[in-house]
């Protein structure tokens, strides 16, 4: 939900029983633009019903301190990014990657194992470490350890998402076959699972790439995960529809651009909420 707490105008005081007004302070936060024609997420503006959310809230008082804390912090992040959507989107991607981020950073503290995250985060440095280490497969685990805060980080965000998926959003006609601009939300006909996810944590260590370039050299997002989707015949583009896009300086694929924002979007607050209700339901 696109909703943020305005500034207080009304002041409780030990010593008076009566609320004081106070002067309306000016809210920082810029108002989202309206994109009414063409937005970034087609999903909003849309009118929500809080009273849906009650017994989700009700849930969350009974979670434990830390877990609750670990929910608030991804929220706010997820927060942030829906809010920024429409005015600037590489600060809503950075937002919406950190919210998941933080999410699978709690969730899989001290769960991960070292040598499979070399392994799944720097393969090509995996096996000349595994063919250096020989038998001792003891060095090779101390080495993997020693480069677990720069591998863990990829594998845990795509583990997280992954293990969080969400169902596809609503479409026009879910019965038919999925279009070419659509994201598989679930193995096509004919094709494994294996094969399916796969694909899915190609694109989801593609999205955190940009994420790194964009953070750590100042690399630019690619104009397809800033520009807003096309409606076509069976629904919003999710992936890009066209095979490349460029100026006169620059040439980005739409195979660098594994899907758009309003379809990362949907993919991050769907994990966080059945993250919530995995905590819910584990509480005793």
């Not at 804390?69 to 990014?81: E, K, T």
């Not at 919003?236 to 309003?262: F, I, Q, T």
Request: charged content about 25%; overall charge negative.
């Amino acid at each position: 939900v696109r909703l943020k707490a305005g500034a207080p105008d009304r002041l409780f005081l030990p010593d008076d029983p009566l609320e004081m007004s106070t002067y309306r302070e000016k809210s920082h936060d810029p108002r989202p633009p309206s994109r009414a024609n063409h937005p970034l997420l087609p999903r909003y503006p849309s009118s929500f019903c809080l009273n849906d959310y009650e017994q989700k809230l009700a849930g969350f008082m009974a979670i434990d301190q830390q877990m609750a804390s670990a929910i608030l912090r991804s929220a706010r992040c997820y927060q942030i990014g829906l809010w920024h959507s429409e005015e600037d989107p590489q600060y809503a991607w950075m937002s919406l990657i950190s919210a998941a981020e933080s999410a699978a950073d709690y969730h899989y503290t001290e769960k991960v194992n070292p040598v499979e995250t070399l392994k799944a985060g720097m393969p090509d440095l995996y096996e000349l470490l595994k063919k250096k280490a020989g038998c001792d497969q003891n060095w090779l685990t101390d080495v993997a350890k020693q480069l677990k805060g720069l591998t863990g980080a990829t594998k845990k965000f795509v583990d997280f998402l992954l293990e969080f998926w969400p169902d596809a959003p609503t479409r026009v006609s879910r019965d038919s076959p999925r279009k070419w601009f659509q994201q598989a939300w679930s193995p096509d006909n004919g094709q494994s699972r294996d094969d399916w996810e796969k694909k899915l944590r190609d694109d989801l260590k593609n999205v955190y790439g940009w994420r790194s370039k964009h953070l750590h050299a100042g690399v630019a997002l690619p104009p397809f995960m800033l520009r807003p989707p096309n409606q076509l015949e069976d629904g919003w583009e999710e992936r890009p529809c066209v095979p490349g896009m460029g100026d006169s300086e620059n040439y980005w694929s739409a195979k660098d651009v594994p899907m758009l924002l309003h379809t990362f979007e949907h993919i991050v607050r769907g994990a966080l909420l059945k993250w919530w209700d995995k905590a819910v339901d584990l509480q005793p």
